[in-house]
């Protein structure tokens, strides 16, 4: 069996103590160089960490996993984009759900414990016309955090659930070798086991659960999610309302 240390070797890696933001980093420099796929960057401290909808990301230094990679998915259909967003956070699920029970993704790609956030991805895409020049995949995970300040919302870290401290780097290493095993899959082809995969993996896969869109709060249950990613939510009365990221909020 290889051990973690072993497959950090697998792809180029970049240590920093300190930077605005992994992805920026990474971003930077692919426009200065031609990086190999997978090349990851890693940071220690991220001095203005960026999430979705132009939030910021919050970590200690040296207490959680904030690392961005890069890939090149010309082969992929950029009309079936979702695909990547879903073998990263399938590639991340199966590594927490090494450490705890509970772990879900919430569309489009979140990961939660329970009702709790474990882990944010930010994923920034280049197209070239139809063709996937590039994309950015930039991940936190709380891992060893104990506190967080009141701007983030609902956050929870491994060593939260479990009590004890975690190695960054083993997590590290397990996801990328998930990803790089998924993102082969996609190579050749396999897709409809990841779509299954990805949906029985969902928070709130069951049951009827409140959301709120721009007219207000329903009630509603999970449908499919389509091949770009839009969410198809089934209200109570049957009716399918259609979402793309952003338009609707889940309540909690
Ligand atoms: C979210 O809002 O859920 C997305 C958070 C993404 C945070 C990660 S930390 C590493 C990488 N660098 C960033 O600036 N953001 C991502």
Redesign the pocket.
């Known amino acids: 069996m290889m051990n973690y240390r072993d497959s950090l070797k697998n792809f180029p890696i970049l240590k920093i103590q300190e930077t605005d933001?992994?992805?920026?980093y990474l971003n930077e420099l692919s426009r200065n160089k031609i990086l190999k796929e997978f090349t990851t960057v890693t940071a220690y401290f991220?001095t203005a960490?960026?999430?979705?909808?132009g939030?910021g990301?919050e970590?200690e230094p040296g207490e959680n996993l904030?690392?961005?990679f890069i890939v090149y998915p010309e082969f992929l259909d950029i009309r079936k984009q979702f695909i990547l967003s879903r073998i990263i956070s399938l590639s991340i699920k199966k590594v927490l759900d090494h450490y705890v029970s509970d772990i879900s993704i919430k569309w489009p790609n979140?990961i939660y414990r329970k009702d709790l956030k474990i882990c944010?991805?930010?994923i920034e895409n280049e197209f070239q016309g139809s063709i996937w020049k590039k994309s950015i995949a930039?991940?936190?995970i709380n891992i060893n955090q104990l506190e967080f300040g009141k701007t983030t919302r609902n956050p929870v870290s491994l060593r939260q659930i479990t009590g004890e401290r975690h190695e960054i780097n083993k997590i590290l290493s397990g996801v990328m070798s998930c990803f790089m095993f998924y993102y082969e899959e996609l190579r050749k082809g396999n897709t409809e086991d990841v779509i299954t995969e990805y949906h029985n993996s969902l928070y709130r896969k069951d049951g009827f659960h409140l959301y709120r869109d721009a007219n207000g709060e329903f009630m509603a249950r999970t449908g499919r999610i389509l091949p770009e990613g839009t969410l198809i939510l089934i209200d109570e009365n049957g009716n399918n309302r259609e979402y793309a990221f952003k338009e609707v909020e889940y309540v909690l």
């Open positions: 933001s992994t992805n920026n991220q960490g960026r999430g979705q909808r939030n990301w970590s904030l690392f961005s979140d944010g991805t930010l930039g991940i936190g």
